[in-house]
């Protein structure tokens, strides 16, 4: 007997989280060890005349799992709504990471603040996307034939 029972959506959720806490844990690393190169606090020139930024591990802390949460909701958008999930959502993830870049790059900042700020998109990016790619399908499951 065939079940005619919408089928499971994926549930990234457990999976993007925990890689969002590595990819915090990672970042925080990335932080520590690069304030302790420098000797000094990792600032980022203020834009449009505002003061400098000062990078710290709250907003750090922050801009890691923010992602991560948006990265899951968009994985589940995806899962629901498109035929092929995981390729589409390694496609963006891999773009929005190198564009994320650009921040840091043209930020003006010494050189030390903007390498560990690359290599924390970087990480960013690549642990949030693999948590979430892993737990989305490959390709939607085709809604089973109906008998009449």
């Known amino acids: 007997m065939e079940s005619n029972a919408p089928t499971a959506l994926p549930r990234p959720w457990p999976s993007g989280l925990l890689f969002g806490v590595i990819a915090t844990m990672a970042n925080l690393i990335v932080f520590a060890i690069a304030r302790a190169a420098s000797g000094e606090a990792l600032t980022v020139p203020g834009w449009n005349g505002n003061p400098p930024q000062t990078v710290g591990p709250v907003p750090i802390i922050i801009m890691t799992l923010v992602p991560a949460v948006l990265a899951i909701l968009s994985g589940m958008l995806l899962a629901r709504f498109t035929g092929a999930p995981r390729t589409i959502f390694i496609a963006v993830v891999g773009v929005l990471t190198l564009l994320s870049t650009g921040g840091p790059l043209s930020s003006g900042a010494e050189s030390g603040t903007v ?34």
């Open 115 to 148: 390498v560990a700020l690359v290599v924390m998109h970087l990480l960013t990016g690549a642990a949030i996307g693999f948590g979430v790619a892993r737990a989305l399908p490959a390709r939607r499951a085709a809604a089973p034939a109906t008998t009449a």
